[in-house]
């Protein structure tokens, strides 16, 4: 995987704590974008150092910035969010917003030649801009883990799905072949497969969407991350297996404390799942705040826009003011 | 837009040579633009026979949007592939603009394409657009074919590239040179380019992101001026909600309810329905948790 390269800004954790998003340069910040978090943050670590130590955020964004060096283009500019066992962040935008670019630096897995060019992200409290390509590895899926969109393309098609959710576990936890199945029938027991048995069994291409989208779920979870960023993750399933994921996710959140990050255009799957939500246009975190604040009462027209749009070209046409309440 | 289009070789006698301003809001025979009764397909040999439509029935009129929802394996796409000719039904009976298609063979399918009575949009604009053909191309063939004269069929491309807000400048353009959304919206002015009586779209805005599904859906919502049926096939309630003047649900391959959107949105009848509004996350409003759901799906039959 690519290490994040060509950083040119690197702070201190401490310093990088007290950073809050710099104005200078950028639109003004919409209202709910301020220096606080508009939610107050238990679990978001003191800046001073020597207050208690507490435990540090499981992921943590301060004013990414991120360049494509290729062509010199600043494509993100400053995202900034904690996160706290149990709590999920939602971002939305169009395509080009920067909300992948900005996930796919969480994970260390920027394309070549893109790089974070501003601000850091923490992982567990480790700045990643000093992790080697193997420290990486450790993180990725026990500390960080992802779901994206097309669950087909991330199996291997020749390999039956227990398989290649045994081996995570095998490589991850160092468990045996043994042990290792019968966590395997647990994860796919877990994301309420039924027949975890024959499930296990297939291969993916003996699996409906939903269904693969489910062992992914499992596959991502299976090294107890504390972290799980999902990317358009439920947006190609049908609208009963969608429910069913995203009550999955609500309940990995609930019952083993798994921080999400969501990605999705879909405001209304932001809206059933976050705490917070960011509103991203070209790179520019236009809008930030708790979920109902931003969605119910948008302040920067460009959320109005998203969300007017959500009304007139979608379910929510045919809602009666009534059932607003 | 173009004059009197001159009618090509393979025009049928009675497509009449209509002037496209204005357009038709009334199909040329007084009824529905699409008439689908009791319809069944099937796949497979007799042997290992697969039903995948089991009786349905539905009315496009023309100038109206009806959305076709339904999951994985409920037959919508089938029932897509049905009106466009591509399966051929096994019972029932398809009729498009007044005539009765429901056995017609490759050829007469080819020239009811060719007089571009019905059209279509798929979820991949790459689908309906030929990777090698430019933007201008794929806008103008439909028309060349027919014999319009160059100079006016290009009129027409640029005509519908501003009805679907793209410049004229990517006329020159291949679908790989443009963005999935830029792509789409040629798609469906490509689809348009024939003045069609009906338009099949099958999950024309999936693959699409907010902004882009909203233009698309904008532009559709435009075209119900014009007469045109659209038949809006989406596993995606919000979309379908958002465009559709009524909603036929498919579950199975028959069909559970049929009424305007808001009611089958706001008053759903049947439990699978049910099952469908209820899931679907909204911004406002719970959905239904995974005890209703069941509740919901033990009310069905299959």
Known sequence: MTPSTGRTVTRGPGEARTAVPRSTGRRPAAPH????????????????????????????????????????????????????????????????????????????????????????????????????????????????????????????????????????VRVKQGLGRRAAHERVLGLLRAVHLRDPERVQGQYPHELSGGMLQRILIATAVAAGPRVLIADEATTALDVTVQAEVLDLLAELRRTTGLALVVVSHDLAVVARLCDEVL?????????????RTVLHHPRHPYTRLLVDE???????????????? | MTGTPRLGADAAPDAPASPAVPPNSLSAH???????S??????????????????????????????????????????????LGLVRPSAGSLVLDGEDVT???????????????????????LRSLDPDLTVAESLTEPLLVRGTPWTEAEQRARTLLDRVRLDPGLLTRQPAELSGGQRQRVAVARALVTEPRLVVLDEPVSALDSANRVRILRILKELRGDGVALLFISHDLGSVAGVADRITVLHGGTLAETGTAADVINRPRHP????????APTLHGTPADRAERDSLRAQLTH
Request: with cysteine; net charge positive; aromatic share 4%.
């Open chain 1, 33 to 168: 974008t301020g220096p606080e978090p508009a939610v107050p943050d238990a679990g978001r670590p003191p800046g001073v150092p020597h207050a208690v130590p507490a435990a540090p955020s499981p992921l943590s964004l301060r004013d990414v910035r991120i360049t494509d060096h290729a062509t010199g283009r600043k494509l993100v500019h400053g995202v900034t969010f904690d996160l706290t066992p149990g709590r999920t962040v939602g971002i939305v935008g169009e395509s080009g917003s920067g909300k992948t670019l900005t996930c796919r630096a969480a994970l260390g897995i920027l394309p070549a030649h893109f790089g974070i060019s501003g601000g850091s992200i923490e992982i567990d409290g480790t700045d990643i801009g000093t992790l080697t390509p193997r420290a990486w590895t450790a993180l990725r899926g026990s500390t960080v883990s992802a779901v994206f969109q097309d669950p087909a393309s991330y199996l291997n098609p020749s390999i039956r799905v227990g398989r290649q959710i045994a081996e995570v």
């Open chain 2, 103 to 125: 056995r017609h063979g490759h050829r007469q399918w080819r020239a009811l394409r060719r007089r571009g009575v019905v059209q279509y949009v798929f979820q991949d604009p």
């Open chain 2, 38 to 83: 009791d319809l069944h397909a099937h796949y497979g040999t007799r042997a290992r026979r697969r039903t995948v439509l089991a009786g349905v029935s539905l009315e496009v009129a023309a100038g109206e949007t009806v959305g076709l929802i339904g999951e994985t394996g409920s037959g919508k796409s089938t029932l897509a592939r049905c009106v």
């Open chain 1, 310 to 325: 959500h009304e007139q070209y979608g379910l929510d046409r045919f809602r009666t003011p009534e059932e607003d309440a």
């Open chain 1, 279 to 291: 509103v991203m246009r070209d790179g520019e975190v236009v809008e930030q705040g708790p979920t």
């Open chain 2, 272 to 279: 699978y329905t049910r099952l469908l509004v209820r899931s």
């Open chain 2, 30 to 36: 007084g009824g529905p633009v699409l008439r689908i």
